[in-house]
């Protein structure tokens, strides 16, 4: 074991100069039933960074990986559209992820692109081989999602779960007629955000203007979508705009499993 750690130390030490280490950073105290996961983005039809996957479990291995695995230079801030990812999870729950351009030789973080040396993906993948498959599962509201979660968690074939976001019950939506006092988008989110704090006691909740076909080709008004819970679409009573069906939230959760 101690000349396999030693021989990933010195493997990915080559061509790599920097002090950057990829895969430290603050949040990570210990690395107790921490995994790395390097995968291809699953939209991805024709897999194209399939052959990088792979999947680490030994801590010793994932020990020396945050030590020595390191980035370069700044670079041209470029992005490709299927990026590869590096995923870190605890308990099979996401704490942190690092997305790699392999055509492009780099690796963002921070908002920034550096250096990095691909030929790491291939080593990695090679010792230790990843196949996954994933799909969504829908929920009526977040303690069925809870339940489903602690159950799924506890399977050895569980990779990770991407879990739906829980912030708004649903949206609906309010036409405005473009006028002196509803000019913009602006004003209307100015007129409406007093009434909406009233109602909401604290809630989540947005005001959006999407710029959609019907509002482009409609000019003469302004159709603001909101996000919240459905008390707001119950008692906002508004005489100056038309409000639309209420649309519950769809809460869809991805579990990604090994294969």
Same mark, same amino acid.
């Given at each position: ?9 010195? %493997? ?9 280490? @990829?895969?430290?950073? *603050? ?29 680490? =479990? *030994? ?24 990026? +590869? ?5 605890? %308990? ?27 030929? @790491?993906?291939?080593?990695? %993948? ?25 159950? @799924? ?18 949206? +609906? ?13 602006? %004003? @209307? ?35 603001? =979508? ?24 769809? +809460? ?8």
């Amino acid at each position: 074991m101690k000349k396999t750690i030693l021989f990933i130390i010195l %493997a990915f030490s080559q061509n790599i100069h920097s002090q950057n280490k @990829i895969l430290k950073f *603050d949040k990570l105290v210990n690395t107790d039933s921490v995994k790395i996961i390097g995968m291809y983005p699953k939209w991805d039809k024709n897999k194209i960074y399939k052959k990088y996957n792979f999947l680490i =479990t *030994d801590k010793k291995v994932i020990d020396s990986l945050i030590e020595s695995v390191e980035y370069g230079d700044t670079t041209k801030n470029e992005w490709e559209q299927n990026n +590869f990812t590096i995923l870190l999870t605890r %308990a099979n729950k996401e704490f942190h992820r690092i997305s790699i351009s392999p055509a492009l030789h780099n690796v963002h973080m921070n908002g920034k692109s550096y250096k990095f040396d691909v030929s @790491i993906l291939g080593k990695l %993948a090679k010792k230790y081989p990843l196949t996954y498959k994933w799909y969504e599962q829908e929920f009526k509201n977040e303690q069925e999602f809870n339940k489903f979660n602690t159950e @799924i968690l506890k399977q050895e074939k569980t990779l990770y779960i991407s879990k739906p976001t829980f912030l708004y019950e649903g949206s +609906f939506e309010l036409q405005f007629p473009k006028n002196e006092t509803f000019s913009s988008p602006r %004003a @209307i989110d100015h007129y409406l955000r007093p009434q909406i704090e009233k109602l909401v006691n604290g809630k989540e909740f947005s005001i959006s203007y999407v710029a959609n076909e019907f509002n482009l080709k409609n000019r003469d008004q302004y159709t603001m =979508t909101i996000d919240g819970p459905y008390i707001l679409f119950r008692e906002l009573k508004d005489k100056n705009s038309k409000k639309g069906e209420w649309i519950p939230a769809k +809460f869809i959760a991805t579990v990604y499993e090994k294969e």
